[in-house]
RNA sequence: GCGGGAUUGGCGGAAUUGGUAGACGCGCGAGGUUUAGGUCCUCGUGGGCAUUGCCUGUGGGGGUUCGAGUCCCCCAUCCCGCACCA
């Protein structure tokens, strides 16, 4: 009889005995097994939107990743809150409704179980037990009571603005969700149109959401991201008078200091001022170009290529700081379309000595350029200069520092009530409505009197009707305008009739708070128990892709301020270490045309690649995995085909958990590979018992010999094991697992049970089926591995008595001798001086470095 | 245009943070076990020249240093953000 490696001889039964169990569980405060005395550990993944097309080897990476973590932690003593759930509400399940005519309830769970089941099956170890998806009630009945906390606070309002509405999708989308004027998802135009909308006040956390940033251990790059997605920026606001009119233009500008340099003005093409001042003769000519600007799409409106358009609108501003009657006061006011509406007060002075945009305006307008800066070299810049310098020609304060002249132009504008320091935010409020049927509706009535007021806390959730045509109206009503019953509510003691607001959240609303849920996810008296968000405090460790680096993370820090502040959780900060994926990439194959090839028109032949029908040489590169390319990998088909502790192994042996990286599928079986080697030192394919009899018995008396080599490898082995858990590159650590099995396997007799077993437990984290078998077959008949203790490093097994000495010359590498590795630096020179002897004859050495543990170099001359 | 990250064998990637470049795996080559193929085992494998050995080599160029993949300056290519934000 043999035993060979066999792990779907063991895999299933093992997931299925974690879930049988509930291995995996984690208790908080309420369980009755929980143990306040141990420290606690949340780890969590961003979790997906459940997708029809189930997961790809691309989604696990950051699962394995974590999962890894958690084990560790678990067996480190912590207690490990690792869950996991679904963002269910969003677009793709309506859209499909609505073309298929399937519930997007239906179609959703269904994509639950699909992604449930593979990630399942991947040996996740999730405590099952807190899974959820945020289109139950029993959720977004929490999601609907935080927004009556925002609601309350006056960080929810409606409001008539300006919106990006998608034709095809038949809804309004946030400024996050429209790039270059066409939607994110399925990359539709999008136009601005005015509508009555939701808003969510995020601009009132700016401050906050850049300065609690330094609270948090993120990548760098993320929070420059965030920080000039908010994009704050101190300057002042500027009244200036239009000549002959009573009205005055306010703008907004960061350089006040340059205001003596302002040579003309731009209003933005839809500023309410440009009717009232334009003259008669400009009238025809700013009629055009404002409707020319609005109908551009905004692609064309910010493509810079195209050079500044404009026109002048025949009026004139007078600058403030200087007398009305001076020529110089009187500057042109002009149109254009490179001053946004939507940015500042839509209105800006234009100094074009010293900005860009401006400078490239007045070229083109023939508009006069006058310096207010110079350099404090004396240079005389050429063309336009941004920098900073000394004031010139501005008479209140000539020869000032940019930044003094900058406080000593607000502070006399101030005196003179002609403006004032204003600091002005990128980011704007978030647009929080959905003219869409799968989404939490809003709890709030519609007085009959036009007022609105919220649904009473107990009345929560107000749940979804139950409807089958989700097809926006034409005339962008939403889908639940189409259920008047639900929609009219008659309070049942004062007889007062309401209308339900019909608008549902965007998708980004149930993410917002997800992690909090998971604390306590059935709690149904609040949306998670003051004892659980003390205990499990903030989620000490995120994973997820990059592609939330702005939006979710953004959008979760505000709600999470605003629980703060109402004092429902204990922190500050939601995510307190957030760590970016890699993303997985594939193989493509390139023609000489530079076309990808879709892979299934490709024969890989060693290290060529030809298109199959005609031999056309192609070029390998590396792209996104697509459905188009046919080089999607799918998790089940690899596990199936190698077991599961083969994909995840591999998946990890990669490269850092951090970086981008192809899926190749000829390095699979070389993962496989390991574990074969690995069980074949463990157990005796040719014998009948479980694990190899030796590794029965108890281990005693020294390390010797064989043992001992075994030993002097496990133990750096262990310490980059431990030292992969820093950054994630758990490449390293299987590597170094790798070492050690060849080392092992040359010294098999020598293996000892106290190894095997120190050894199981350091592999259990990686290959977790494979672990638990193990342990079970050396004997612990009941238990599991994943509570086993994390084995310690023991420092007198580091290294061997010698080292390899490197002997240089010049440095230049000319010996390896062995040295003993307790030689003092004399001795080690000495012995390197007897290895290099010939080469130093005939020489004069001037100076010896010597770097006990590694080399020795000899200067010469 | 601005900001960030990258660039190491045929491929994925290591490198104790300034100290023996290419660990580990894949692929490839040679040999062994096997009836044969596969599996498995052993050895080799950056490039060049060569009898031992030598030269060269981390995208390109320059610099600091006894010593540079690693630090500094310049350049190229690729990827990711942002992109008229006043």
Request: hydrophobic share 40%; charged share 25%.
């Amino acid at each position: 009889m043999t035993q060979s490696y066999d792990p779907k001889s063991f895999e299933a039964s093992w997931q299925a005995h974690w879930l049988e169990h509930k291995t995996f569980r984690a208790h908080g405060p309420g369980d009755t097994d929980f143990d306040a005395s141990k420290s606690k550990y949340y780890v969590l993944d961003m979790f997906p939107y459940p997708s029809g097309a189930g997961l790809h080897v691309g989604h696990p990476i950051g699962y394995i990743g974590t999962d890894i973590i958690a084990r560790k932690k678990r067996m480190q003593g912590f207690n490990v809150l690792h869950p996991m759930g679904y963002d269910a509400f969003g677009l793709p399940a309506e859209q499909y409704a609505i073309q298929t005519g399937k519930h997007p309830s239906v179609t959703t769970e269904n994509n639950i179980a699909t992604f449930r089941a593979q990630m399942q099956n991947i040996g996740l170890s999730y405590d099952w037990d807190r899974e959820f998806a945020t289109c139950t009630p029993d959720y977004y009945r929490w999601t609907q009571w935080i927004f009556a906390r925002l609601y309350d606070r006056g960080l929810a309002y409606q409001t008539e603005v300006p919106v990006w509405w998608c034709e095809n999708l038949k809804t309004v989308l946030s400024n996050e969700e429209v790039i270059n004027g066409r939607s994110e998802r399925g990359d539709h135009l999008c136009i601005r149109r005015p509508l009555r909308q939701w808003m969510l006040k995020i601009t009132a956390y700016a401050d906050r959401l850049i300065e609690d940033l330094e609270l948090v251990d993120w990548p760098a790059s993320v929070k420059t991201m965030q920080t000039e997605w908010i994009g704050r920026s101190e300057g002042a606001e500027i009244d200036f008078q239009v000549a002959g009119h009573d009205a005055k233009i306010r703008v907004f500008t960061t350089r006040p200091d340059t205001l003596y340099g302002a040579t003309f003005m731009v209003l933005a093409p839809e500023h309410p001022l440009v009717d009232q001042i334009t003259s008669q003769e400009q009238r025809e000519e700013v009629k055009t170009y404002r409707e020319a600007a609005a109908s551009k799409s905004e692609l064309d409106r910010t493509d810079l290529a195209k050079g500044k358009t404009g026109v002048s609108t025949g009026a004139f501003g007078l600058n403030p700081l200087l007398d009305p009657l001076d020529p110089a006061a009187r500057i042109a006011i002009h149109v254009a379309d490179y001053v946004l509406m939507g940015y500042g007060t839509g209105a800006i002075m234009c100094v074009p000595a010293h900005d860009e945009r401006d400078h490239e305006y007045a070229l083109r307008f023939d508009l006069p350029i006058l310096p207010v800066v110079a350099p404090r070299d004396g240079a005389q810049p050429e063309g336009c200069w941004g920098g900073e310098g000394l004031a010139i020609n501005s008479p209140l304060w000539d020869g000032l520092a940019t930044t003094e002249a900058k406080q000593k132009a607000i502070q006399e504008l101030q005196q003179r009530s002609l403006g004032q320091p204003k600091v002005t935010y990128r980011l704007r409020d978030w647009l929080f409505s959905r003219q869409r049927y799968w989404g939490e509706p809003f709890p709030v009535l519609h007085c009959e009197d036009g007022t609105h007021k919220r649904v009473a806390d107990e009345d929560l959730p107000v749940e979804l009707p139950d409807m089958d045509d989700f097809a926006p109206s034409e005339d962008g009503r939403p889908p639940l305008s189409k259920v008047p019953s639900w929609v009219e509510v008659t309070d049942p003691v004062t007889g007062e009739k309401y209308l339900r607001d019909t608008d549902t959240m965007p998708g980004w609303a149930g993410s917002c708070w997800y992690y909090l849920r998971f604390m306590d996810p059935h709690n149904s008296d609040a949306f998670a128990s003051k004892e659980a968000l003390d205990y499990w405090g903030n989620v000490d460790l995120y994973v997820g892709g990059t592609e939330h680096a702005v939006l979710h993370l953004l959008y979760a820090r505000f709600w999470h301020k605003v629980l703060f502040d109402e004092g429902l959780v204990p922190t500050a900060e939601p995510f307190q270490r957030l760590f970016n994926q890699g993303m997985l990439q594939a193989f493509a194959y390139k023609d000489p045309g530079g076309r990808l090839v879709s892979s299934d028109e490709v024969t890989v032949d060693g290290s060529e690649a030809r298109l199959t029908a005609d031999g056309t040489p192609l070029e390998q590169v590396v792209a996104k995995m697509s459905k188009s390319l046919k080089n999607v990998v799918n998790p089940d088909a690899v596990c199936a085909e190698y077991g599961v502790d083969t994909f995840r192994l591999y998946e990890m042996f990669m490269g850092p958990l951090a970086e981008s990286k192809p899926w190749n599928p000829r390095d699979v079986p070389g993962a496989r590979r390991f574990l074969e080697r690995l069980w074949r030192l463990f157990v005796d394919q040719e014998g009948d018992s479980p694990i190899r009899e030796d590794l029965l018995q108890a281990s005693e008396g020294e390390l010797v010999g064989e043992a001992l080599e075994i030993e002097r490898a496990w133990n750096p082995c262990l310490v980059r094991i431990n030292d992969s858990f820093e950054n994630f590159n758990f490449n390293t650590a299987v590597a170094a697992l790798m070492e050690w099995l060849n080392t092992a396997t040359k010294n098999r007799a020598g293996f000892r049970r106290d190894q095997a077993q120190r050894v199981v437990c350091a592999l259990a984290p990686f290959a977790p089926h494979l672990a638990e078998e193990l342990w079970q077959r050396l004997g612990h008949k009941a238990g599991t591995v994943s509570f086993a203790p994390w084995p310690d490093v023991d420092e007198r097994y580091l290294g061997s008595d010698t080292f390899e000495l490197a002997v240089q010359v010049m440095g230049k590498l000319r010996g390896r001798i062995d040295a003993p590795r307790s030689a003092s630096k004399d001795d080690l020179e000495a012995l390197a001086r007897q290895a290099v002897a010939d080469r130093l004859e005939g020489s004069t050495v001037r100076k010896v470095i010597v770097v006990p543990g590694r080399l020795v170099n000899f200067v010469v001359s």
